[in-house]
């Protein structure tokens, strides 16, 4: 085993988590963005999960770093959350119609 292989693939790890207010059934409206994210950067994600949150939560971090707080932003539109994710992950990666 060499420690290069072991390096580059733990360097590019990356994990999104979204956390969603149960109370308020926000479920479905995390599993959409979950989906959508899923969808851009199948092969730049390595894990996305969705945590059980109460009192009107809905935050998405990337790498543990909040990157959108509804209580601070209001709810995201998948494309600037897809923005976020993408200058932290592939920042080479193009959006295609979703950037214009």
């Avoid at 109370?23 to 899923?38: D, F």
């Avoid at 209001?74 to 993408?86: D, M, S, Y």
């Amino acid at each position: 085993m060499t420690t290069e292989n072991t390096d580059s693939a733990t360097a590019n790890t990356h994990r999104v988590q979204i956390e969603y207010c149960t109370q308020c059934r926000w479920l479905p409206r995390a599993a959409w963005l979950a989906q959508e994210l899923l969808t851009t950067f199948e092969t730049e994600l390595t894990e996305l999960a969705l945590k059980p949150g109460t009192g009107g939560v809905f935050v998405v971090r990337v790498d543990d770093e909040v990157v959108w707080d509804r209580r601070e932003q209001g709810f995201p539109e998948p494309t600037a959350v897809k923005r976020l994710v993408r200058d932290r992950v592939a920042p080479e990666k193009s959006l295609g119609h979703s950037e214009k």
